[in-house]
T-cell receptor
């Protein structure tokens, strides 16, 4: 049973506009949420994280929002750049000291 | 320069053969993990180890084996019992024992069946 879900397999955005990537989870006991960025044939790299006690965390062009009541988090990228084109994975930590990953969203930023 | 090194980058397995994927880290992390990625799918946990000489099965451990004899090393063996081994394999590590763990990944090994 998938505990972390990314329901949009792909997203296309014009350069300079906002990219919004969504993630839903089912386990309210998760402590910590992370976003990873992955290029083909490479390992994922850490992008940004948020603790379950916060509702927003910002780092430059990247902002993660957490809505605990809806068990939903989102990653906002503003402004989007062509180099942001990659697969983005949402992950949750906790519940047995494991990471749980979503299936990923492939973002394409069109110049 | 600290990081995680996976080798080889590409590996081919003949039917009935066991192959071993190497993973070494110099981050002084206690916890290490092996994930498998198939096209269009997320990362699925094969095995993880939170401390030397101890490891646990993940969601898809069948057909795989690991060892953790040293803190720096966590090799994964894909045995002949794994009937569908073609995938991209990722090794990762984390500090271990904290409430806000963060995974650091290697660059991956692409395993294909001849």
């Amino acid at each position: 049973d998938q505990q972390v879900k990314q329901n949009s397999p792909s997203l296309s955005v014009q350069e300079g506009r906002i990219s919004i990537l969504n993630c839903d989870y089912t386990n309210s006991m998760f402590d910590y949420f992370l976003w990873y960025k992955k290029y083909p044939a490479e390992g994922p790299t850490f992008l940004i994280s948020i603790s379950s006690i916060k509702d927003k965390n910002e780092d430059g062009r990247f902002t993660v929002f957490l809505n605990k009541s809806a068990k939903h988090l989102s990653l906002h990228i503003v402004p989007s750049q062509p180099g942001d084109s990659a697969v983005y994975f949402c992950a949750a930590w906790g519940h047995g000291n494991q990471f749980y990953f979503g299936t990923g969203t492939s973002l394409t930023v069109i110049p | 320069d600290g990081g995680i090194t996976q080798s080889p980058k590409y590996l081919f397995r003949k039917e009935g053969q066991n192959v071993t994927l190497s993973c070494e880290q110099n981050l002084n992390h206690d916890a290490m993990y092996w994930y498998r990625q198939d096209p269009g799918q997320g990362l699925r946990l094969i095995y993880y180890s939170q401390i030397v000489n101890d490891f646990q099965k993940g969601d898809i451990a069948e057909g795989y084996s690991v060892s953790r004899e040293k803190k720096e090393s966590f090799p994964l063996t894909v045995t002949s019992a794994q009937k569908n081994p073609t995938a991209f394999y990722l090794c990762a590590s984390s500090i271990g024992g904290t409430t806000n763990e963060k995974l650091f990944f290697g660059s991956g090994t692409q395993l294909s069946v001849l």
